[in-house]
């Protein structure tokens, strides 16, 4: 497969991949301050450049900032993240009921879903893991998109930042859990056509997400 991601990225989007990667090879940890000289050397570019990119950061919530301390890499506890999936499953409840019967009524198509699990899958083996974690949770703001509910979308775009800072944070190595392959039963349980079934799905994988982080063994 060609790599799905231009070669010419913007700089800002280079410097948040590479803060992404970090955060999951737990090179970063939450509470630890960015330094906008210190990138703006490394990536040799103004910090201007470098302060576009922590301000996209603050606005997913990875990053937060305070007058006089910068930006530091937010905190998000167990409970946090235990909190912020329960919220997703309640919501994407509804996103996968309004997407299954709208399949069901030939009214939507799943092809852009597909491409995005083959991308997720890309970035997982060759191990572009900040920009793994960031699609695989992206996968479920964009199947949310399709429901074409404003209501849903926006209660849960707030989330999906906060479940990639999770999963860059709490990744267990050892796990073999694999988010495409169950996004992958997600598309196929929509197209059953089959509302409970396809609930079930998206249930249990939402579970799965927060059973494959490991809570007990972070670096910081």
């Avoid at 990138?39 to 040799?44: D, L, Q």
């Avoid at 991308?119 to 964009?142: A, M, P, Q």
């Avoid at 990639?164 to 196929?188: N, P, R």
């Avoid at 349980?189 to 579970?207: C, E, F, P, T, V």
């Amino acid at each position: 497969m060609e790599d799905p991601i231009n070669e010419e990225l913007p700089i800002e989007e280079i410097i948040i991949n590479h803060i992404f990667d970090e955060i999951f090879d737990k090179k970063y940890h939450p509470g630890l301050k960015l330094s906008e000289s210190v990138f703006a050397k490394e990536f040799n570019v103004s910090r201007d450049i470098v302060r576009k990119a922590f301000s996209q950061l603050q606005s997913m919530g990875i990053l937060t900032y305070k007058k006089n301390q910068g930006f530091c890499i937010k905190w998000l506890t167990q409970k946090d993240t235990e909190d912020v999936y329960a919220t997703r499953n309640i919501i994407e409840a509804g996103v996968i009921t309004l997407v299954t019967q709208k399949h069901a009524l030939g009214l939507i198509d799943l092809s852009s879903l597909k491409n995005e699990v083959e991308t997720e899958k890309y970035f997982k083996t060759t191990f572009r893991n900040g920009e793994y974690v960031k699609t695989s949770c992206d996968f479920h703001l964009n199947l949310a998109l399709l429901s074409e509910n404003s209501y849903l979308i926006n209660a849960l775009k707030p989330l999906i930042p906060l479940s990639i800072l999770a999963g860059l944070v709490y990744d267990d190595k050892h796990t073999h859990f694999c988010s495409y392959d169950e996004h992958a039963d997600l598309i196929s349980a929509i197209k059953s056509n089959d509302i409970d079934y396809a609930k079930s799905i998206m249930n249990r994988h939402l579970h799965h997400c927060v059973e494959a982080l490991n809570f007990n063994k972070r670096d910081v």
